[in-house]
């Protein structure tokens, strides 16, 4: 069974960091592309940050690019999205997407595999 789970969220002050991780078992990481997205309560879900399939390239929405690292290890099965210099704006449950298919560099969003969130919370 095709899984992807997400962990790392927390609550953090301005300022802060936070490493998410989406590990995904049942499916080889290395075929797909894997895209973190967030959503803001009362808000549309919004990409944050992609990472295509070999050969390895990144998308970073304007937002967080410059403060947000996203990697993947394909070893353990992982993605990772290092997010540094948090701001409040980044409040959102943030989630992973896989797709074997892809649009550009992100993973096509029918029929893509979803993990169930990570709450994170930038506040003072």
């Known amino acids: 069974q095709l899984q992807l789970v997400e962990s790392g969220g927390g609550l953090v002050q301005p300022g802060g960091s936070l490493r998410l991780s989406c590990t995904a078992s049942?499916?080889?990481?290395?075929?797909?592309?894997i895209g973190w997205f967030r959503q803001a309560p009362g808000k549309r879900r919004e990409g944050v940050s992609c990472i295509s399939s070999s050969p390895t390239t990144t998308y970073y929405a304007s937002s967080v690019k410059g403060r947000f690292t996203i990697s993947r290890d394909n070893a353990k099965s992982t993605v990772y999205l290092q997010m540094n210099g948090l701001k409040p704006e980044d409040t959102a449950v943030y989630y992973c997407?896989?797709?074997?298919?892809?649009?550009?560099?992100?993973?096509?969003?029918?029929?893509?595999?979803w993990g169930q969130g990570t709450q994170v919370i930038v506040s003072s």
């Open positions: 997407a896989a797709n074997v298919l892809q649009a550009g560099v992100c993973p096509q969003l029918v029929r893509a595999h």
């Open positions: 049942g499916f080889n990481l290395e075929d797909y592309s």
